[in-house]
């Protein structure tokens, strides 16, 4: 079963057994989908109550009534099943997909995608390259040239002093 990630539990809210949970989706109101949500890729979870807040999203959870019983969800992640995924336009794609990807430069693979920071303008790809040393991309034309999500590789052109 291939899962997607939507999702990272940051703590519990209150006594009641309600999570607050930090969207990796520019989609986050696809909590209120009825789909089986996954806590750490093994646990199946069903979302009965959302909120949102200051970027947050606050859920109830079917089953799970005490601070006790959500309490082992902190720093985990939630995800959906590949085929409950949200469709994507055009050029968009999930942040799981893109974590991972080789970074080919003119065919030279430079390094690998570490994390998609989420930006207002534009998302930014940090990447570690093959030496362990970090540097980012901003997700533009400029420099992503192709993403070839079947083979895990970002085709990128980069300028002086990026790498």
Same mark, same amino acid.
């Given at each position: ?16 057994? =309600?999570?607050? #949970? +930090?969207?990796?989706? &520019? ?5 209120? $989908? !009825?789909?089986? /949500?996954?806590? @750490? ?33 902190? =720093?985990?992640? #939630? +995800?959906?099943?590949? &085929? ?5 336009? $055009? !050029?968009?794609? /999930?942040?799981? @997909? ?49 993403? !070839? ?15």
């Amino acid at each position: 079963m291939n899962l997607i990630k939507v999702g990272y539990i940051t703590n519990t809210h209150g006594i009641k057994g =309600d999570i607050k #949970i +930090y969207p990796l989706t &520019e989609y986050p109101d696809r909590f209120e $989908e !009825d789909v089986d /949500f996954y806590i @750490d890729e093994k646990i199946r979870v069903n979302i009965t109550k959302v909120r949102y807040n200051r970027g947050l999203v606050y859920v109830s959870l079917k089953g799970y009534d005490n601070i006790n019983q959500v309490l082992g969800f902190k =720093d985990k992640y #939630i +995800y959906v099943k590949e &085929e409950d995924a949200v469709a994507l336009p $055009e !050029d968009n794609y /999930f942040i799981s @997909d893109l974590v991972g990807m080789e970074v080919v430069d003119r065919g030279k693979v430079v390094g690998h995608v570490e994390e998609v920071l989420l930006n207002s303008t534009n998302d930014i790809y940090r990447c570690v390259a093959k030496d362990g040393r970090e540097f980012m991309i901003p997700a533009v034309k400029a420099f992503i040239k192709e993403i !070839d999500v079947k083979n895990k590789k970002l085709h990128v052109e980069l300028i002086e002093g990026m790498l």
